[in-house]
């Protein structure tokens, strides 16, 4: 294959939020729009990779040549990661939460007499570090970071906690969520890659060449 080429990897990407019911009508979300993560799929795929696109609830077309699996939770995210598995290369691009509503409603809360419900909430699995740190790990492992200050000290501490290759960080201090450009710092183990601001399917572009650099032909 030629030198840039992800043929015969299996690339694995999570994108887009997740929503965590409260009862059947309402949940817990953010304001991830997925289209990073979708960005980075279609140029994996373009790369030559076979791709699985783990996505949370998005108004997003599935790029060109991915298999996509549409997921509304963090728990069942986690469970499409590891369904997917094995992998070459994972790079986890949704905006998980990190909270469920611990007891999710059956029927719809209803108002009554002046009083307002309680959520108690727990915490949701970490995919990337429990992906970081299994046993079926892909050979690269990488997180995203969005991070409003501090974001190369913040993004190096994440990549050590979280058992990461790399993390790719973004001030999302303006509207990159949502947006269509982002900024982007790639935090390795030896060096920082900062990239100018770009529409995100260059970024995606940018990314993705590393990758392929990562796995020398
Ligand atoms: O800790 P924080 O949420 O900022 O970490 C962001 C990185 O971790 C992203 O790559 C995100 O996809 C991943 N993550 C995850 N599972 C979680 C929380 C975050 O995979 N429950």
Redesign the pocket.
Known sequence: PPAGSLRGRHVLV?AGPTHEPIDPVRYIANRSSGKQGFAIAAAAAQAGARVTLVAGPVHLATPAGVERVDVET?REMAAAVEAALPADIAV???????WRVADAAGQKLKKQGGGVPALALAE??????GLASGPRRPQLVV????ETQDVIRYAQE?RLR?HADWIVANDVSGDVMGGDLNAVHIVRADDVISLPEMPKEDVARALVERFADAFPR
């Open positions: 999570t963090a986890m691009v949704a905006a998980v939460a990190d949701n699995p970490d995919i990337l570090a997180g995203f970071a969005a994440k979280k």
